[in-house]
Every structure is written in C-alpha cells, then in structure tokens.
T-cell receptor
C-alpha cells in the first residue's frame, strides 16, 4: 500500500515563530488532506489539497503532486496551534475513498 | 450545528460486553466511515459505506458490525469486547471528491 511519511515527528516552537511541516508519499494520489488534532482530540480538516497551493489565515499548504510531497506552513504560531498535524492521502482506485494517514507531527507552541 | 456527531463520547466497559456507537451527519454526504485511532495516535480506516452500502471493510474482526439505516447514519456495534479494542473511534463523512470530515470521536476503554 501507499506509504506516507511526515517530518519532523516532533516540533517545539516559541509563540510567533514560523514552521514548515512536510508530508512525503510513495505513489500518485488524487486526494491529499491536512488535519489538525487539537489537545482535546478533535480532528479538524485544514486543507483539501491534492495539488497546488491554498491559504487560510496563518496557515497555507502546497502540494507538488509530481514530486510526491506536500508542505504545511504555519506562520506566527500561537499556543492554540498545538496538537498533532496529520497528512492523509488517497489513491482512489474506484473501490471507494480510503485515506491513508501519516504518523503525524506533534507540535507544541510555548509562550 | 454539528456536522458529524457521534454518541457517546466516552464508553468504559468490561471485557466481554457489547457496545454501540452512533453517528449522524447533516452534511448531505453519501459516504460515511469509521476510523480507529490507537494509543499511538495512528489512524486507520475500518469501514466505509456509500448510500447505505458497504464498500470498504479493512479486515476488521467480525465482532465489529457496522450498520447504516440511511445515508445520514452509520452505527458501529462491537460484540465481546477485548482489551485491544480500547481506542478512539471516529466517524466521518466525505464529499464526492473524498474530502473527509470527522466527528468528535468516541473514546472506548475496555477494562
């Protein structure tokens, strides 16, 4: 099956710092999403981004499908950005959508 | 307005018991899912239903039986609970392009 690798596994930032999270995947995909799991366990859909670039406030994401990676940028980080960031991809071979998740990047933003 | 809602949020039970988790979505999506998140936060798909029909079953033990009475509801019943079933179970639904939206999760603890 498809492999999804995220880096770094852990990250500690001072509030106000910027960071880049990376997701590499092993095959061509037709769906890529970024999720944030907050400290209360909620999984929040950040971006649906199988290709191209999107921005939402302080967050932006870029997927280069031909090179099989995606990047999530967090600017001016805040303590509320803490949690785990997951990348998930789907091959969609016609058997239904089946997202494969990476192991996540654990982010802690400190004052 | 909760888009994907699941109940209960927490279950604590003894080995050998049976339990159910209910899920409802008001997004008008045709496809619904159950995902399992283990103690290391790894997320894996269990089942997917499209318009009440099972389309993905990821070799989950048959003690787990999903049921979809209509396309807005997907319930999960678990028989003869085992210690290894302790996890957080997430319901989700998706748009036709596969973009996934999660419920808040149901934390199951088997003692």
């Amino acid at each position: 099956g498809i492999q999804v690798e995220q880096s770094p596994p852990d990250l500690i930032l001072q509030e106000g710092a910027n960071s880049t999270l990376r997701c590499n995947f092993s095959d061509s995909v037709n769906n890529l999403q970024w999720f944030h799991q907050n400290p209360w366990g909620q999984l929040i859909n950040l971006f649906y981004i199988p290709s191209g670039t999107k921005q939402n406030g302080r967050l932006s994401a870029t997927t280069v499908a031909t090179e099989r990676y995606s990047l999530l940028y967090i600017s001016s980080s805040q303590t509320t950005d803490s949690g785990v960031y997951f990348c998930a991809v789907d091959l969609f071979t016609g058997g239904g959508n089946k997202l494969t998740f990476g192991t996540g990047t654990q982010l802690k933003v400190e004052l | 307005d909760t888009a994907v809602s699941q109940t209960p949020k927490y279950l604590v039970t003894q080995m050998g018991n049976d339990k159910s988790i209910k899920c409802e979505q008001n997004l008008g999506h045709d496809t619904m899912y159950w995902y399992k998140q283990d103690s290391k936060k790894f997320l894996k798909i269990m089942f997917s239903y499209n318009n009440k029909e099972l389309i993905i079953n990821e070799t989950v033990p048959n003690r787990f039986s999903p049921k979809s009475p209509d396309k807005a509801h997907l319930n999960l019943h678990i028989n003869s609970l085992e210690l290894g079933d302790s996890a957080v179970y997430f319901c989700a639904s998706s748009q036709p392009n596969g973009e996934l939206f999660f419920g808040e999760g149901s934390r199951l603890t088997v003692l």
